[in-house]
């Protein structure tokens, strides 16, 4: 009779433990239908490349050397009406027809702010910077010579900007994490002169995806 009990009592837990689940998701759901958040939207506001060189790179002969300063000032718009965000962390990465110029930037070492609260329909201007010395682009399809070709020709300069976030939509209490990814398209102009600045002064709207 004990151990019938038991596992009485077993089903019991189980069963009230399944319908606590239900009922918070159930909730979640109904809040999440009534605050509506939105996706973020996100534009470059403006963009400079300054200190480009580039060489053949040591390590391979069918590779290029890349050097340069890219500054980027990002704008992160938050459309919800009743919805807050915070952004915990934000990892950037400056691409060249997909070949990565930079190592994955954190948040920390080159966004100001690396954290931050946004509240409902507001923006939030994010300096993201790269500094590359002397790195290798590879040889493979050809993408280092065809950077190298764009640099000598001094027309516009096609950047990646990839940024990969950490968010938490906030309605009262409950909080709902989400993996947003940024991708936006730099076209910058090669200075004309060495030393000299190419500036983007606005860019075309980002691409979202959330994880």
């Not at 915070?86 to 990892?91: C, I, M, Q």
């Not at 939509?169 to 002169?193: D, E, H």
């Amino acid at each position: 009779m004990s151990g019938s009990g038991g596992r009485s009592r077993e089903k019991t837990c189980c069963g009230s433990c399944c319908t606590l689940l239900v009922s918070l998701g159930v909730v979640v759901l109904i809040y999440w239908a009534i605050f509506q958040p939105h996706q973020i939207r996100a534009r470059v506001d403006y963009a400079e490349l300054s200190n480009l060189t580039v060489s053949n790179a040591s390590s391979s002969a069918a590779a290029v050397a890349v050097s340069y300063h890219v500054a980027v000032n990002l704008s992160l718009y938050n459309p919800s009406k009743r919805v807050n965000i915070y952004y915990d962390t934000l990892d950037a990465e400056l691409r060249y027809r997909g070949a990565v110029l930079s190592p994955a930037a954190t948040a920390t070492a080159a966004a100001s702010p690396a954290e931050f609260y946004q509240r409902r329909k507001s923006a939030q201007v994010v300096s993201l910077v790269f500094d590359g010395k002397g790195v290798a682009v590879p040889g493979g399809d050809d993408v280092g010579r065809q950077l190298e070709g764009e640099v000598k020709a001094g027309v516009n300069l096609g950047l990646e900007l990839n940024v990969d976030a950490r968010v938490r939509y906030v309605f009262g209490s409950i909080k709902i994490r989400q993996k947003p990814t940024v991708w936006c398209a730099l076209s910058i102009p090669v200075p004309s002169v060495p030393g000299g600045m190419g500036i983007l002064g606005s860019g075309d709207r980002c691409w979202v995806k959330y994880r």
